[in-house]
């Protein structure tokens, strides 16, 4: 099982990125998939996420109404659309994975994911 986070980068207040989450040997549609960011010397946040079924979505306060969730299951891909960005926003964000059957919600804590990507770093600055 791989998760492979891109579409990380550089950009200024008030910008745009789409993250992406590309699975490798499991469907998204039989897991939970969150994403997290860790700032420096910051504890890991969790951001966002979107449960097996796809009808149940969670955002942090500090991202909603910014970023949305979304899954391409053809693709085997879960996206992170990020709008508005802050310099706040910044750091590096990782998507989890976690098997979970149907009829199940989204899942926050981080213990409780069964694969982490890499990470992929998002900076926000002038």
């Known amino acids: 099982v791989q998760l492979v986070e891109s579409g990380g980068g550089l950009v200024q207040p008030g910008g745009s990125l789409r993250l992406s989450c590309a699975v490798f040997g499991l469907r998204v549609d039989s897991y939970a998939i969150g994403w997290y960011r860790q700032a420096p010397g910051k504890q890991r946040e969790g951001v966002s996420c979107?449960?097996?079924?796809?009808?149940?979505?969670y955002y942090s306060e500090s991202v909603e109404g910014r970023f949305t969730i979304s899954r391409d299951i053809a693709k085997n891909t879960v996206y992170l659309q990020m709008n508005s960005l802050k310099p706040e926003d910044t750091a590096v964000y990782y998507c989890a994975a976690k098997v979970q059957g149907s009829g199940y919600g989204c899942v926050v804590e981080a213990f409780l994911y069964d694969y982490w990507g890499q990470g992929t770093q998002v900076t926000v600055s002038s």
């Open positions: 979107i449960n097996s079924s796809a009808n149940d979505t």
